[in-house]
């Protein structure tokens, strides 16, 4: 069974990838709501907070790009947060019925990246609510300044950890016989 959900997985995805009609994306987000109707503002709502910053990037990008050559195609800006919309709505629902780790068994090394990457978000989340709770606990009445310079500082945590942690998975990976 895992085998066929495999296949079924890269067959949609690669759809959903190379197929340039937004009738066949609405189609495809149609069937994906079916699937699990129940669950719809759940999942909708962990794709939106995914993809929100991301989509706002390239929109704004397009705009600022088409306004000087005076040819925006709001068509094709549509498509594209489509697509994205898409695949991200696909890999999440897909991922809330199937276990990752059982997906990717099938493979050493991804089940060694899956394993790194998992760990990874679980600190980091950890991390960020200890940062949080510890803010919180300090700070009596919100302070919009402190509140600005609590962001910048754990954004400069996470950064310093994100390299850290790259330099030793990068070490480990290596030790291991993954860049031969």
Not at 23 to 34: G, N, S, V
Request: proline fraction near 0%.
């Amino acid at each position: 069974m895992l085998k066929i959900l495999r296949v079924l997985f890269v067959v949609v995805l690669f759809a959903l990838l190379s197929v340039n009609s937004m009738l066949f994306l609405a189609l495809m987000l149609i069937l994906f709501f079916a699937i699990d109707l129940k669950n719809i503002k759940k999942i909708n709502k962990k794709v939106l907070r995914s993809i929100l910053l991301f989509n706002l990037a390239v929109t704004l990008s397009f705009f600022i790009m088409f306004f000087f050559k005076e040819n925006l195609d709001l068509w094709y800006l549509l498509y594209i947060n489509l697509k994205v919309y898409a695949i991200t709505y696909f890999v999440t629902l897909f991922f809330s019925k199937v276990d990752m780790v059982q997906f990717f068994a099938f493979s050493r090394n991804l089940s060694y990246l899956l394993t790194i990457t998992m760990s990874q978000i679980i600190s980091y989340k950890k991390s960020f609510n200890d940062l949080k709770m510890a803010f919180k606990a300090r700070i009596v009445k919100k302070v919009r300044e402190r509140e600005k310079g609590f962001v910048l500082k754990v954004f400069e945590f996470f950064l310093n950890k994100a390299m850290q942690d790259a330099k030793e998975k990068s070490l480990a990976m290596r030790a291991r016989g993954f860049f031969d």
